[in-house]
């Protein structure tokens, strides 16, 4: 049973438009969520996280909200840019943090110029 | 600063030889943790070790062990390899107790025939 649900394999946006990328999960514990941004023949790179005590976060283009009634979370990236086409994986962990993150699957963003 | 290493970035094998992927970071990190990576099934933990000396099954372990051979280096081995194997590994590290910051390694691209 997926934990962690991304139901939008592929997304594509026009340059300079906003991206939004949605992230599902169904473990109420989870109380700590993150967003990592994946290149080809890369690793996965930290992107932008949020605590269950707040529903928003903002780093620089990036914005995670949190609807915890809903289970759902949201990364918005204003203006996208050539450079943000990657595969970007929603993440969740619980309690002290001495449990492992669970992942989506993945969302793959194409951003066109 | 390297971060997390890991060893080799690719390799091919024949079905039911061994390998052994190896990892080391250098961040002083508690916790290291082996993911793989399918088309389609997103990250999916192997094995983790929340600290130096405890090793736990992930989610997807038959077919593999695991030794953190000290606090830098976490191995996993493949004793008898199978097409179904045939995967990108990623290892990565976090400080763990309660921070959720994984690095994570470039990948080892294995392919099993």
């Known amino acids: 049973d997926q934990q962690v649900k991304q139901n939008s394999p592929s997304l594509s946006v026009q340059e300079g438009r906003i991206s939004i990328l949605n992230c599902d999960y169904t473990?109420?514990?989870?109380?700590?969520f993150l967003w990592y941004k994946k290149y080809p023949a890369e690793g996965p790179t930290f992107l932008i996280s949020i605590s269950s005590i707040k529903d928003k976060n903002e780093d620089g283009r990036f914005t995670v909200f949190l609807n915890k009634s809903a289970k759902h979370l949201s990364l918005h990236i204003v203006p996208s840019q050539p450079g943000d086409s990657a595969v970007y994986f929603c993440a969740a962990g619980s309690g002290s943090g001495n449990t492992p993150l669970v992942f989506g699957k993945g969302t793959r963003l194409s951003v066109i110029a | 600063n390297a971060g997390v290493t890991q060893t080799p970035k690719f390799q091919v094998l024949k079905t039911g030889q061994s390998m052994t992927l190896q990892c080391a970071q250098d961040?002083?990190?508690?916790?290291m943790y082996w993911y793989r990576q399918d088309p389609g099934m997103g990250l999916r933990l192997i094995y983790y070790?929340?600290?130096?000396?405890?090793?736990d099954k992930g989610e997807v372990p038959n077919g593999y062990n695991v030794s953190r051979l000290n606090k830098r280096e976490f191995s996993l081995r493949l004793e008898s390899a199978a097409p179904s194997q045939t995967s990108v590994y990623f290892c990565?590290?976090?400080?763990?107790?309660?921070?959720?910051?994984?690095?994570f390694g470039s990948g080892t691209r294995l392919t099993v025939v």
């Open positions: 961040m002083n990190h508690n916790s």
């Open positions: 473990n109420s514990m989870f109380d700590y």
């Open positions: 990565a590290s976090s400080e763990g107790r309660g921070n959720y910051g994984y690095t």
């Open positions: 070790s929340a600290s130096e000396g405890t090793t």
